[in-house]
């Protein structure tokens, strides 16, 4: 079964950080560009962050630039989402996304609180 599962979501405090996973069963990782999105409540999904499948080169939202932080794992493959200094409109269920042509795959989602 070809799925992603994403990971690592909480509740934080402002200033803190996560560690989103997004794991990839029954196809590899490493083959696909991923994105981060999320989708705040009454909010359209937006883009967080992307890295590339051939040379890892990776974009940021200017709103996460400098405090989150895209890498992969092809061992495990996985891609994670490094946040930090986290604030309150952080705040959304993450999701991500691999694409490879015409192959797309969207997982669940897991839902980032920051809140004191």
């Known amino acids: 079964q070809l799925q992603l599962v994403e990971s690592g979501g909480g509740l934080v405090q402002p200033g803190g950080s996560l560690r989103l996973s997004c794991a990839a069963s029954g196809f590899t990782l490493s083959y696909y560009a991923i994105g981060w999105f999320r989708q705040a409540p009454g909010k359209e999904r937006e883009g967080v962050s992307c890295i590339s499948s051939r040379n890892g080169s990776t974009n940021y939202a200017d709103s996460v630039k400098g405090r989150f932080t895209i890498s992969r794992d092809n061992a495990k493959n996985t891609v994670y989402l490094q946040t930090g200094s986290l604030k309150p409109e952080d705040t959304a269920v993450y999701y991500c996304?691999?694409?490879?042509?015409?192959?797309?795959?969207w997982g669940q989602g897991t839902q980032v609180t920051v809140s004191s």
């Open positions: 996304k691999a694409v490879l042509g015409y192959r797309n795959y």
